[in-house]
């Protein structure tokens, strides 16, 4: 059963920078995608980056394009989102979550899409304030 941790959130200043963990167990292949979405109350998930653990390749959302880094370290089964120059309307919940692919796909706009993924973390708090 694949599970996901996310780590890394905290209170940062407008600016800063934080990076955000997910740690994967029960992954044993390659053909995943990993995605990073979060949410604020009242509002829905939203997609914020994705990656294609088996082609590399990534996809942002406009609002953290040039900002946010979505990478994959295959030794330690986790993947992180370093976040950079960090805007107060950042603020929120951040999930990582999985989806299994048949074939090798690339990351693409579909990634931002929450109904495409079968395992989700519980979230780590990310909030952006003076």
């Known amino acids: 059963q694949l599970q996901l941790v996310e780590s890394g959130g905290g209170l940062v200043q407008p600016g800063g920078s934080l990076r955000l963990s997910c740690a994967t167990s029960g992954l044993t292949l390659d053909q995943y995608v990993i995605g990073w979405f979060r949410q604020v109350p009242g509002k829905e998930r939203e997609g914020v980056s994705c990656?294609?653990?088996?082609?590399?390749?990534?996809y942002y959302a406009d609002s953290v394009k040039g900002r946010f880094t979505v990478s994959r370290d295959k030794a330690k089964n986790t993947v992180y989102l370093q976040m950079d120059s960090l805007k107060p309307e950042d603020t929120a919940v951040y999930y990582c979550?999985?989806?299994?692919?048949?074939?090798?796909?690339?990351?693409?706009?579909?990634?931002?899409?929450?109904?495409?993924?079968?395992?989700w973390g519980r979230g780590t708090q990310v909030t952006v304030s003076s």
């Open positions: 990656i294609s653990l088996s082609l590399g390749s990534t």
């Open positions: 979550a999985a989806t299994y692919t048949v074939v090798r796909v690339p990351a693409t706009k579909g990634g931002l899409d929450a109904g495409t993924y079968e395992y």
